[in-house]
Nanobody, 125 residues
Framework: VQLQASGGGLVQPGGSLRLSCVASGFTLDDYAIGWFRQAPGKEREGVSC????????SHADSVKGRFTISRDNTKNTVYLQMNSLKPEDTAVYYCATEFEPWGACGLEITSYDYWGQGTLVTVSS
């Protein structure tokens, strides 16, 4: 089981980025995929998640209305579209999976079993 996160970079405040998380070694059916982030000196926090089969989503309050999560099961890939980025969105972003046959997804870090390596997002002028 491997997860490969990509798409990070430097963007100005108000800009957009799209992160990708490609899963290999398993199919995403019956899994929730979450995006998490960790800013320097802060704890890792949940950002958004989606259930690969049922499409159930959840977002942290801090990103609601700005971030959208989606999946393409034909490519075993989950995307995080980030718009109206703010300096406080600066962090390393990680994707992770949780086996979830009941179709839910949540942002509890301890529920997730497999983690990707992270991609850095820097929002700065």
């Amino acid at each position: 089981v491997q997860l490969q996160a990509s798409g990070g970079g430097l963007v100005q405040p108000g800009g957009s980025l799209r992160l990708s998380c490609v899963a290999s070694g398993f199919t995403l059916d019956d899994y929730a995929i979450g995006w998490f982030r960790q800013a320097p000196g802060k704890e890792r926090e949940g950002v958004s998640c989606i259930h690969s089969k049922f499409g159930t989503t959840s977002h942290a309050d801090s990103v609601k209305g700005r971030f959208t999560i989606s999946r393409d099961n034909t490519k075993n890939t989950v995307y995080l579209q980030m718009n109206s980025l703010k300096p406080e969105d600066t962090a390393v972003y990680y994707c992770a999976t949780e086996f979830e046959p009941w179709g839910a997804c949540g942002l509890e870090i301890t529920s997730y079993d497999y983690w990707g390596q992270g991609t850095l997002v820097t929002v700065s002028s």
